[in-house]
């Protein structure tokens, strides 16, 4: 899958190309032990069972990643997690953002099954994983659901509640750096309320010591549900 970014570096910015040919999610990649706990009991509120360990790695199709501001899904079950999205590029580490946009409904009969079957949106921008590695732990996340047409903080937190790119690539591959082609999403934070769906997400990463940040927001358009 042929993604386009904006490579943004010392205010120059660099259009560049990837071929993501494998595209892994961290699941429960917190920290410390009561984030996860945290997140597992968000879910498991809505019936998803426990994890077998945590972190764990879901291979998923590579088909399902997509820069455009418009994915479609079956019903309304669905909802997006803001994530670090990390991949090699000219042997340099690279991020920007996506979404782990999930079926709710289907992830209570199987996790692995529920993140297959949602398009998996990514950001236009990225930076140099370089220029924010001594940072990393300042960096946040949020993202917004729209309510009644009214934009609502749905998820903050800082990268320091997750565990490090490197260190989950580590754990993945039991090397120090991603395969070329292989591209990962790097965990999640809590929500604020329930788990819930929306008809346009939008998140944010936010670094607050070199005062930037990337963006990305997209639509989902709901398709009928029929048997």
């Given at each position: ?91 340099q580490l690279l991020i920007s ?45 949020e993202s917004y659901v729209y ?25 993945y591959t039991n090397k120090g ?51």
């Amino acid at each position: 899958m042929n993604l386009l970014f904006d490579l943004i570096n010392n205010n120059t910015v660099t259009k560049i190309q990837t071929n993501i040919e494998q595209m892994i999610i961290a699941g429960w990649a917190g920290r410390d032990h009561a984030a996860i706990e945290h997140h597992i009991e968000e879910l498991a509120a809505i019936g998803v069972p426990r994890p077998s360990s945590v972190p764990l790695f879901y291979r998923v199709s590579n088909q399902l990643l997509t820069q455009d501001s418009i994915v479609q899904m079956v019903g309304n079950e669905g909802s997006g997690e803001v994530e670090v999205f990390v991949f090699m590029h000219n042997d340099q580490l690279l991020i920007s953002l996506t979404s782990d946009h999930t079926d709710r409904g289907l992830e209570t009969v199987s996790v692995a099954l529920s993140k297959q079957v949602c398009s998996k949106p990514v950001g236009r921008q990225a930076w140099l994983f370089s220029d924010v590695a001594a940072h990393w732990d300042q960096l946040i996340i949020e993202s917004y659901v729209y309510e009644n047409g009214i934009q609502v903080l749905y998820q903050s937190g800082p990268l320091s509640a997750l565990l490090p790119p490197l260190d989950l690539i580590s754990r993945y591959t039991n090397k120090g750096t991603l395969p070329k082609g292989t591209a990962m999403s790097c965990g999640t934070v809590g929500t604020r309320g329930a788990i819930r769906p929306s008809p346009l997400f939008e998140m944010r990463l936010i670094d607050p010591v070199r005062k930037c940040e990337l963006t990305h927001r997209y639509e989902v358009e709901l398709l009928d549900k029929v048997s």
